[in-house]
């Protein structure tokens, strides 16, 4: 899914209005007072000086968990030593429309000035999307083994990222068509993955997802995979959820362990290294943060965290809370429900299984790791999808080791 930067900023501006939320920008909490096993009040500090607010409950969504590291609660940084990479975002415009620039034909590139000695270079791969509107090219290359809770270390990843934005655009007018693309922009900071996480009453694991563990008191649903970016290699990996379903997210891996009016939302919240890097990304971070923020109310208004109640409340919000889990049937009717163009099934094993609806069947090495899969409309066997301008599959079931491989056109690896 591709946002709309502007857009969002506004819709965010009118929630925040319509709920009477208070809102702050541009202050930055700096310490957190606590009482006890309960934090009392945070400080924040902007061009007026200081400011002490006082609170029952405190919801910790500052993605480095700041306020949690700054009150004295228990955290940790990444996961014992492993710590999912940065990467600058960069948006590249004076691409034509009707210019076609793939993932693919990026790799490509990529490889070309490497082979040249074209540098600093780190990642060879990245979702290539267009944004609606200006139709600008936006791509996450530019890379860096930085450590977020260290101003300078920081620093020199952001300089570091803004010089490879600059070889990336080197790189993207060697694509024909793209000799005339110029850097909107970079950033604008530089995009931390992960960081310090809470250490929470119930830590949740990627055993969980993969033993589709159902959680008693789950308060938000999970769906994307393991996302990871290596810190060393630079390189991207994908392992999707079991059955491509969604899990349980439980209320308990937002509690703070020793502080008991603190709740965590978004990457802050504790998974271990796989479960963080599933649930990091954008629309469960909004479900985990509204989650934490109805525990935290509760909590204000009653005294209590009573699952039950949050459970209730969330429900009456429309939030989703019982994951449809995907049997084999389901898996066939989501292939044709999501593809109003055509689907396929693909299997990782050298022996074809079926072909459904006289769609033809590919053969892959292996799926693991969310491989991409696509073939032109040409190749397609379905008249319907000969007509179609682009790719013709989308989402598709391997029917050996049960893994989803996700939609080609769509995709979008952060
Ligand atoms: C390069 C990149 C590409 C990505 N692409 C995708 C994608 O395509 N789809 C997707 O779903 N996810 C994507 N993600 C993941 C996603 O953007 C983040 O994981 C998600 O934004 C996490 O949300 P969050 O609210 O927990 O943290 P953040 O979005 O980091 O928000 C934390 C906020 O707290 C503020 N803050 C921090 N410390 C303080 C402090 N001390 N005082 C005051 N304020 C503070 C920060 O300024 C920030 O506004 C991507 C991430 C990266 C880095």
Redesign the pocket.
């Given at each position: 899914?591709v946002i709309d930067p502007e857009a969002t900023k506004r819709a965010l501006d009118e929630i925040c209005i319509e709920s009477g939320v208070d809102v702050a920008l541009h202050?930055?909490?700096?310490s957190a007072q606590r009482q006890d096993n309960r934090l009392a009040s945070v400080t924040?500090h902007d061009h007026g000086g200081a400011h002490t607010v006082h609170a029952r409950s405190f919801v910790d969504?500052?993605?480095?968990c700041?306020?949690a590291c700054?009150g004295g609660a228990s955290t940790r940084y990444g996961n014992h030593g492993d710590v999912n990479l940065?990467?600058?975002?960069t948006r590249f415009g004076g691409i034509a429309l009707d210019i076609q620039v793939s993932a693919d034909m990026l790799v490509q590139a990529v490889g070309a000035a490497r082979a040249r000695g074209l540098g600093p270079i780190t990642k060879d791969r990245s979702?290539v999307a267009r944004l609606p509107g200006s139709g600008d090219v936006v791509c996450?290359l530019a890379s860096a083994d930085y450590d977020p809770r260290d101003n300078a270390s920081l620093s020199r990843a952001e300089m570091l990222g803004r010089e490879q934005a600059w070889v990336y655009l080197e790189i993207l007018r060697s694509i024909p068509g793209c000799e005339r693309a110029y850097l909107v922009s970079s950033g604008p900071?530089f995009?931390?993955?992960e960081s310090r996480h809470i250490n929470s009453v119930r830590q949740l694991t990627w055993q969980d997802v993969t033993n589709q563990v159902s959680q008693p008191d789950t308060i938000a649903l999970g769906a994307?995979g393991v996302e990871w970016h290596d810190r060393n290699t630079f390189a991207s990996t994908m392992q999707l959820p079991p059955n491509g379903g969604a899990y349980d997210i439980p209320l308990r891996c937002l509690i703070s362990a020793d502080t008991a009016n603190l709740f965590a939302?978004?990457?802050?919240a504790d998974g271990d290294k796989q479960a963080g890097a599933s649930m990091?990304?954008?629309?469960?971070?909004f479900a985990t943060?509204q989650a934490a923020g109805v525990a935290a109310a509760n909590l204000a208004d009653s005294g209590v965290v009573d699952p039950a109640d949050i459970r209730k409340t969330l429900t009456a919000q429309g939030a989703l809370l019982e994951p449809q889990r995907a049997t084999r049937t389901d898996r066939h009717r989501l292939t044709a429900i999501n593809n109003d163009v055509a689907c396929m099934i693909v299997t990782c094993s050298e022996r074809p299984r079926r072909i459904e609806r006289g769609l033809r069947e590919i053969r892959i090495a292996d799926c693991s790791g969310g491989v991409e899969v696509g073939i032109t409309t040409s190749d397609c066997a379905n008249p319907e999808a000969q007509s179609a301008a682009e790719y013709c599959i989308e989402v598709v079931g391997c029917l050996t080791c049960s893994q989803y491989v996700r939609p080609r056109r769509p995709l979008?690896i952060?």
């Open positions: 899914m202050g930055f909490v700096g924040f969504a500052s993605g480095d700041d306020l700054f940065g990467t600058l975002g979702v996450y900071d995009g931390t993955r994307w939302a978004g990457r802050t990091r990304v954008m629309g469960t971070a943060g979008m952060s």
